[in-house]
């Protein structure tokens, strides 16, 4: 009875680190869903405010203001045309943005490029 005890502890002890790493994989794997998601919509939004004449620092700071902090660090916000002369009626205008993510999955940077560069684009027509 005693050894079977003691297997099973072992056993556990083996397996909890890999169940671990595979529970912090998966957070990693939501966390980019959800901010591919949210940066996708916030790009959206930033096209839609480009195509009602929007300048480009109501466009940059509406993406910055939409974002956790730690995001917002690394965001990059390019548009085209990027001056708000330029944009003319009728014609389209493209808003992009790119946010660099960090993984908590220590060996996530093994096999994935670290960090993780998610990016989203949104084309619309200028009123």
């Known amino acids: ?3 079977k005890k003691g297997q099973a502890l072992v056993e556990t ?13 998966i957070i990693d794997t939501g966390r980019i869903i959800y901010a591919e998601c949210r940066l996708n ?4 939004e930033s096209a839609r405010i480009a195509s009602f004449g929007g300048g480009e ?5 509406y ?5 956790d902090s730690n995001s917002a660090a690394t965001l990059n916000v390019s548009m085209d045309p990027y001056n708000a002369s330029e944009r003319k009626s009728g014609t ?7 946010v ?5 999955t220590p060996l996530a940077k093994l096999f994935f ?15």
């Not at 919509?41 to 959206?44: E, K, N, P, T, Y």
């Not at 993406?63 to 974002?67: G, I, P, Q």
């Not at 660099?100 to 908590?104: G, V």
């Not at 490029?113 to 009123?127: L, W």
Request: glycine share 0%; hydrophobic share 45%; net charge positive.
């Open 113 to 127: 490029s670290s960090p993780f560069k998610a990016k989203a684009q949104s084309t619309i027509r200028i009123e």
């Open 1 to 3: 009875m005693k050894k």
């Open 92 to 98: 389209n205008v493209t808003v992009k943005l790119s």
């Open 100 to 104: 660099d993510l960090k993984y908590i």
């Open 57 to 61: 620092t109501q466009i940059t700071n």
């Open 41 to 44: 919509l916030i790009c959206q």
């Open 63 to 67: 993406a910055y203001s939409k974002l």
């Open 13 to 25: 002890a083996l397996i909890i680190p890999i169940l671990i790493i595979f529970l912090c994989m």
